[in-house]
């Protein structure tokens, strides 16, 4: 067969051709996928005013009910001794921010305040993680359904829970520092088991134990401190799988679906909240493991999630996609130290609770305006 070179130089042109194309088909894709929008927003100032006598802790737990009222449970109030004090309070205020009551005045299950939340029924639900008890208020502050049990004061074993490897079987009914609950539309109530269980919990409308799926490890349904939970109005279950670095998705039988991972790259001066250095090598103070994570009312819902470094807040569509950022660490307004807990009453309403600066920020959002500089 006769070699002909004229083939062999279009050839060559067709392959230099091609390769041209897809280099600058690669450079238009880098350059298409934009930076995630910072969102421009506000920090209300001196939101909530306290009676003189009385004062936070670290803020655990912020929860919003039908009217607007806010519900903070914080570690304030504390008794005991330095190691082990009791450290829990659930106070109320209206919509403008007034301060209105203290609820459970030295409950039996306080001990070390987790989170606060409020179910469809405006029902108040908290997980105390030092009591391992979940307990719900009615609206009016009564005590009408108690999950778990504390340890005794007067058995010779009470004291710190232990983390044996591998860890003791969890027990139906009962926790090993509970972190946080939310509903589906049937009334049942999803319970994060957290630090050492790592497990979620399904009981119904009535308080009877359905089920509980995962434990402690990194593959797919296996937590390493579920954090924080939300269901959304298909009935999805969302948990912060703070240790992984990750936000799991189920069903509402506990079928794995996916899993959300945030990678958004770290501005070059960004700071700690706090000079924790043993923590920052732990999956928990990455950026983008979420610490707590809430779902906007429907028809059209959003995920916002908080990490502790570099201290931001992410705002989400329910298949993981982020849609924008805010905030940095530090002590001013529209800083953060280590969210603990978001509630998210409509999109661009956001209230957080901060561990480190001892506070409930009420944040508003202006993402058009954000969008308009992009």
Not at 28 to 41: C, D, H, L, R, T
Request: proline share 7%; with cysteine.
């Amino acid at each position: 067969m006769r070699h002909d070179e004229g083939s062999d130089m279009r050839l060559q042109g067709w392959l230099c051709a091609s390769a041209a194309a897809l280099a600058l088909a690669l450079v238009s894709g880098a350059q298409e996928a934009a930076p995630v929008p910072q969102i421009p927003f506000e920090s209300v100032p001196d939101f909530l005013s306290m009676p003189a006598d009385l004062y936070f802790g670290e803020v655990a737990g912020v929860a919003v009910n039908s009217k607007g009222h806010l519900f903070v449970f914080s570690r304030g109030n504390t008794t005991g001794p330095a190691y082990g004090a009791a450290a829990a309070q659930l106070l109320e205020f209206d919509a403008q921010g007034k301060y209105i009551r203290e609820i459970g005045h030295n409950l039996y299950a306080w001990s070390f305040a987790h989170s606060v939340k409020v179910d469809p029924l405006d029902d108040i639900w908290v997980a105390d993680k030092g009591s391992d008890m979940v307990i719900r208020f009615n609206p009016a502050g009564r005590v009408t359904m108690v999950f778990g049990r504390k340890q005794e004061s007067a058995d010779e074993t009470t004291g710190p829970l232990k983390h044996p490897k591998p860890p003791l079987p969890p027990v139906d009914g009962m926790f090993r520092q509970v972190t946080d609950m939310a509903w589906d539309a049937q009334g049942n109530t999803y319970i994060s088991d957290g630090y050492i269980n790592s497990r979620v919990a399904k009981v119904d409308k009535n308080g009877d134990w359905l089920k509980s799926w995962g434990e402690p490890g990194s593959g797919p349904g296996q937590f390493n401190t579920p954090h924080s939970i939300a269901v959304d109005n298909a009935g999805l279950v969302y948990v912060a799988d703070r240790g992984n670095a990750r936000i799991q998705v189920f069903d509402g039988e506990g079928k794995y679906l996916r899993e959300i991972t945030i990678n958004v790259p770290v501005p070059s001066n960004a700071k700690p909240a706090i000079s924790y250095q043993h923590a920052l090598t732990t999956k928990a103070m990455e950026p983008g493991s979420p610490w707590a994570i809430c779902i906007t009312p429907g028809p059209h819902q959003v995920l916002y999630s908080a990490d502790a470094f570099p201290g931001r807040i992410y705002k989400l569509g329910l298949d993981g996609k982020v849609l924008g950022v805010l905030g940095e660490s530090g002590k001013q307004l529209k800083q953060f130290g280590w969210i603990h807990e978001m509630a998210c009453p409509s999109e661009n309403t956001l209230y957080v609770a901060e561990l480190l600066n001892w506070r409930v920020q009420k944040l508003l959002l202006n993402p058009t305006e954000g969008a308009k500089k992009h």
